[in-house]
């Protein structure tokens, strides 16, 4: 694992109930999907975790995931990303390597874009906050390109909120009947494993551009009564 690391503040502490799972420092609790720890096209900088397409070449690239899995969560964090670039924050991921060959197999994807530049952005559910490829963000309160985006994902027994920039952007229902319609009328109706895993590891996406993240953060709900989810996306 080669990681860049310069000096910078540390970060704040987190709120209540939530725990950092990107220390800032280094990237433990991560490695590149399929293998045992984190390429060199990943670079830990300032704080943020930032993927850089000139240092991945020779198999350095790859999706990263997290050591762990979740089931029910509230993920924050924040994006950017420069010109024209692509990625995603891809969640329930299964990493059964016998099986699926990538994150994108199994996991759901929040869109990471610049809507602009990007040829993606041309297309209905491939834009920034999207639910990709299943459901259109309701509204699209994302920052400019260099700027950072802030992203409340939660997932509650099912329930999935999506956030940016303190603006719902998504809201659904996961396994359901509608749901799964949505996966049928989808590029994924004749994917196997594609959102069947009510737990799975959260993964970040190298689309070959520059795109970096902070704040990485997690709370989860592993003891809670089934309700019938999140609240105004907490």
Same mark, same amino acid.
């Given at each position: +694992?080669?990681? *860049? ?7 704040? %502490?987190?709120? !209540? ?9 280094? %990237? $433990?609790?991560?490695? $590149? &999907? ?9 670079? *830990? ?20 995931? $997290?050591? %762990?899995? &979740?089931?029910?969560?509230?993920? !924050?964090?924040? =994006? ?10 891809? @969640?329930? *991921?299964?990493? /059964?390597?016998?099986? @699926?060959?990538? $994150? ?5 994807? +929040?869109?990471?874009? /610049?809507? /602009? ?15 990709? /490829? ?13 700027? =950072? ?11 999935? #909120?999506? +956030? ?7 809201? #659904? ?17 004749? =994917?196997?494993? @594609? ?14 551009? !520059?795109? =970096? ?10 003891? +809670?009564?089934?309700? #019938?989810?999140?609240? %105004?996306?907490?």
């Amino acid at each position: +694992m080669i990681v *860049v690391q310069t000096a910078s503040a540390q970060q704040d %502490a987190p709120p !209540k109930g939530f725990k950092y799972i990107f220390d800032g420092k280094s %990237a $433990t609790g991560w490695h $590149t &999907y399929g293998k045992k720890t984190v390429s060199s096209g990943w670079k *830990v900088e300032n704080n943020e975790l930032h993927f850089d397409p000139s240092a991945a070449q020779n198999g350095q690239g790859g999706d990263i995931v $997290t050591d %762990a899995e &979740y089931e029910n969560f509230h993920l !924050k964090l924040e =994006w950017k990303v420069a010109p024209n670039a692509n990625s995603g924050i891809i @969640f329930y *991921v299964n990493e /059964d390597l016998t099986k @699926f060959k990538n $994150t994108y197999d199994t996991g759901v994807e +929040m869109q990471v874009l /610049d809507n /602009d530049g990007h040829p993606d952005g041309k297309i209905e559910k491939h834009r920034a906050g999207d639910l990709y /490829d299943l459901i259109k963000s309701s509204s699209e309160p994302v920052k400019a390109v260099g700027e =950072w985006n802030n992203v409340d994902i939660v997932c509650k027994f099912g329930k999935l #909120t999506m +956030m940016l920039n303190g603006v719902k952007v998504v809201e #659904t229902v996961l396994w359901d009947a509608n749901f799964n319609n949505l996966v049928a009328g989808s590029k994924f109706a004749s =994917w196997a494993g @594609f959102a069947k895993f009510k737990k799975g590891k959260i993964a970040l996406q190298d689309h070959g551009d !520059k795109v =970096w993240f902070r704040n990485i953060m997690i709370k989860e709900w592993n003891t +809670m009564k089934i309700t #019938t989810g999140c609240e %105004a996306g907490m």
